[in-house]
């Protein structure tokens, strides 16, 4: 399982943001139960943006709890040694694109939102997010975690996406290409 000294390592490589200080403070108050779903109502997740540069689309899941699209993520498991293991996890095992080759080494985005009561003890989750590359000509499979799985063109986004993600999506976007440039 991934430590709390790997994690803090992990955000402070992402970008600094309106949310990063959150992060730090969470750590402070809940040190390594921030890494469990059960160490309270808020913890650490890790999630993916599946990203296909050259036709400018993203792949997404219609998530079953919330009901809405959005990118693959979830909680910190046992396996995981780090935030990039977790994110690529859990891409791979909500898509079905087995092995994501390209995964950026260090998060594209760091983010704290608050979760409906379909969500259960789970309120708020801090959320580091990767990016990685695909293309459209691969197909996905649909999860148990989710209603369905597909890729959009960013001008055609669906119009029930995650309620931050309309205003984020296209700046999330850029910054996964740019990463991935950069380790390309």
């Given at each position: 399982?991934?430590?709390?000294d790997?994690?803090?390592?992990?955000?402070?490589?992402?970008?600094?943001?309106s949310?990063?200080?959150?992060?730090?403070?969470l750590?402070?108050r809940q040190g390594?139960?921030?890494?469990?779903?059960?160490?309270?109502?808020?913890?650490?997740?890790?999630s993916?943006?599946v990203?296909?540069?050259?036709?400018?689309?993203?792949?997404?899941?219609h998530?079953?709890k919330?009901g809405?699209?959005g990118?693959?993520?979830?909680?910190?498991?046992?396996v995981?040694?780090s935030l990039?293991?977790?994110?690529?996890?859990?891409?791979?095992?909500?898509?079905?694109?087995?092995p994501?080759?390209?995964?950026?080494?260090?998060p594209i985005?760091?983010?704290?939102?608050?979760l409906?009561a379909?969500f259960?003890?789970?309120?708020?989750?801090?959320?580091?997010?990767?990016?990685?590359?695909?293309?459209?000509?691969?197909?996905?499979n649909v999860?148990?975690e989710?209603?369905?799985?597909a890729w959009?063109?960013?001008?055609?986004?669906?119009?029930?996406?995650?309620?931050?993600?309309?205003?984020?999506l296209?700046?999330l976007?850029?910054?996964?290409?740019?990463?991935?440039?950069?380790?390309?």
């Amino acid at each position: 399982m991934i430590d709390l000294d790997t994690a803090r390592q992990e955000v402070e490589r992402g970008p600094r943001n309106s949310f990063s200080a959150s992060f730090a403070a969470l750590f402070d108050r809940q040190g390594a139960d921030a890494l469990h779903r059960s160490g309270g109502e808020h913890h650490l997740t890790a999630s993916c943006l599946v990203i296909d540069p050259v036709t400018e689309a993203v792949l997404l899941n219609h998530h079953r709890k919330a009901g809405l699209w959005g990118q693959f993520g979830g909680h910190l498991e046992s396996v995981d040694t780090s935030l990039h293991d977790a994110a690529r996890r859990e891409a791979e095992e909500e898509s079905g694109l087995r092995p994501l080759a390209r995964v950026t080494a260090d998060p594209i985005d760091v983010h704290v939102h608050d979760l409906s009561a379909a969500f259960g003890t789970c309120t708020r989750h801090f959320d580091v997010v990767f990016a990685a590359q695909a293309s459209t000509d691969d197909s996905p499979n649909v999860s148990e975690e989710s209603f369905d799985v597909a890729w959009f063109a960013l001008d055609r986004l669906p119009a029930d996406l995650m309620p931050d993600l309309p205003d984020r999506l296209p700046g999330l976007f850029r910054s996964a290409v740019s990463a991935l440039n950069s380790h390309a």
